[in-house]
């Protein structure tokens, strides 16, 4: 979001000014981030995005007890294996998600793997908080029914923090609440005393999810295939077009040959590799003629 500006004669100073006035954050030390975040997650951050980018790393340089970004990203280049590194990264990682986002995926997923005769793997490649991958798990326990339990989600993302938050299970009853009621009994328990108002995905849903730390950038990825289905939703729009090649030819031999790959409401694969063809809206399976 653009910065605010400064209302004339309001007595109130632009947000952008404030921040000016408590850490220093330099042209050069912005164009740094963007660099580094690119380099490190294939993140591409606009321009407009600085506002965002000070208010997410000001934490970190409080954490320090610095007051200059430069500083900070001095720190940062003089230690490549520092453990600060997944902080950063963490920062300026977006995690909007919710159950069953996207919902008309669900369906198309439940058809596909209720005609598989094996064990069932999907891949939640952007797991963030946990909301995609359990959703996942709930669809394929009503699809499948006694075989659900030889199914297996692997959800992995590089936000370690929203990993955490995933792996725990625990979400506001609010969120829980959007769920049709037979869902949202069947799959979470209800919070009492100090958990009141809090809800906990089941043991059975969880014990289905392997959650793990994988960085769609990495030379080498610990997920190993074949996958019924891949989702990689709302993902792909940080990344160049470049990265995003790269990363579905990955994607191609990770699939079995009739899977599914699922895109986020604003993506669109089809112009940028050869290797998948539009099957439906927002899902794709691998083109028969690469």
């Known amino acids: 979001m653009p910065p605010r500006q400064e209302a004339s004669g309001s007595g109130w100073a632009s947000s952008s000014s404030l921040l000016e006035r408590d850490l220093e954050l330099t042209e050069s030390d912005f164009t740094r981030i963007r660099e580094l975040i690119y380099q490190r997650a294939g993140i591409v951050l606009a321009e407009h995005k600085r506002e965002m980018v000070y208010s997410r790393l000001a934490k970190r340089l409080r954490h320090h007890g610095l007051t200059r970004f430069g500083d900070y990203l001095a720190r940062l280049e003089r230690q490549p294996a520092a453990k600060e590194w997944e902080a950063f990264t963490n920062a300026?990682?977006?995690?909007?998600?919710?159950?069953?986002?996207?919902?008309?995926?669900?369906?198309?997923?439940?058809?596909?793997?209720?005609?598989?005769?094996?064990?069932?793997?999907?891949?939640?490649?952007?797991?963030?908080?946990?909301?995609?991958?359990?959703?996942?798990?709930?669809?394929?326990?009503?699809?499948?029914?006694?075989?659900?339990?030889?199914?297996?989600?692997?959800?992995?993302?590089?936000?370690?923090?929203?990993?955490?938050?995933?792996?725990?299970?625990?979400?506001?009853?609010?969120?829980?609440?959007?769920?049709?009621?037979?869902?949202?009994?069947?799959?979470?328990?209800?919070?009492g005393g100090e958990r009141i108002g809090l809800a906990k995905v089941r043991p059975e849903l969880t014990e289905m999810v392997d959650f793990e730390p994988l960085n769609l950038l990495a030379p080498n990825w610990s997920v190993k295939g074949p996958f019924d289905a891949i989702f990689c939703r709302n993902v792909m729009i940080y990344f160049d077009k470049t990265t995003q090649a790269k990363i579905l030819a990955r994607f191609a031999p990770l699939l079995k040959p009739d899977g599914l790959l699922f895109a986020g409401h604003s993506e669109n694969f089809s112009y940028i590799s050869e290797a998948f063809r539009l099957r439906g809206q927002t899902v794709y399976v691998l083109n028969p003629a690469r």
């Open 92 to 191: 300026l990682t977006t995690n909007l998600t919710a159950f069953f986002r996207e919902a008309h995926h669900f369906p198309l997923l439940a058809e596909h793997v209720a005609r598989q005769s094996g064990p069932v793997r999907v891949w939640s490649a952007a797991a963030s908080t946990g909301e995609e991958p359990y959703s996942i798990a709930m669809c394929l326990t009503e699809a499948l029914g006694p075989r659900a339990k030889e199914a297996r989600v692997v959800a992995t993302d590089i936000d370690t923090d929203a990993l955490e938050r995933a792996r725990a299970g625990i979400y506001p009853m609010e969120q829980v609440r959007k769920l049709d009621e037979a869902r949202a009994k069947r799959f979470f328990l209800k919070g």
